[in-house]
């Protein structure tokens, strides 16, 4: 087989992941040249093979070991398999094509560890930490595919991460609580008279729902944020951002009196295209003609 039809076949390997596992994120990319459409896909078929390794294992030594075979990967210490994982060769691909900063995938990763636990997030400052280092890198690294870096795009890159990380959250509030796994900060729970034990009921009491607007009012403050920070950044990076139109899409859901954060919402899959395709033809997100 030829190196060119191995990389089509990793190509499309990544495709048909993030397809299966991350519809939101492989949706907009479908809005973007297919030159800039394998690159993205590359970065976020790593995403989902580092975000999922929490579901793949029952305790966290088999997760750590995985993680850190990825670690070992991206520092360029192979302990083999590289060249028959196709996430990875495509990931190395992208990485070398547009110089990726190595140093920001390898947190992404040390930063999915804190999944492995059922410790819960201690506070805001942690959760933006963690959102920063996983959803914000996959914007800022998403970018550089379409236009050099800059530090306004790096900028802009935090606070969507930040809006996205966050509201992604809130929406896996009922798989987490099902899984005793607590994201939403237990500062804000305390300060509501709440605790995590009635998060991990589900049970929608008055402290639970506050600490959740709280947490809702965040998202929100980092997506007008970012929405502001868009029109100062080249047209052409734009497209890069459309998942916020998703973000803000679920934060005005969520924030609805009659939404129980307990109870799962599946979007379904033609009306998240309809919301990517109109934000897709709006000068809020539409790149240079």
Known sequence: MSDTQTSEQSAAFCADLVRSHDFPRYASTLFLPSVHRRPLLAIYAFNVEISRVRDQVSQPLPGEMRLQWWTDMLLGQNHGGVEGNPVAAELLWAIRTWRLPVERLV?????HEFDLYNDPMPSLAALEGYAND???????CGA??????LEAID???RHAGLAYGITQVISALPLDASRRQLFVPLQFLESHGSHLEEVFAGKQTPGARAAIDQLIG???NHLNTALTLLGDVPAEVRPAFLPLALVRRDLKRMSRADND???????????????LWRASRSPEFRGGD
Do not use: I, Y
């Not at 996983?134 to 800022?140: D, N």
């Open 218 to 220: 965040e998202a929100k």
């Open 134 to 140: 996983t959803a914000s890198t996959l914007f800022a």
């Open 261 to 275: 954060p307990f109870a799962p919402r599946p979007v379904p899959r033609v009306r998240l295209l309809w919301t």
């Open 107 to 111: 947190r992404l990763v040390e930063e």
């Open 144 to 149: 550089r595919f379409l236009v050099r870096p």
């Open 155 to 157: 900028h802009l890159a």
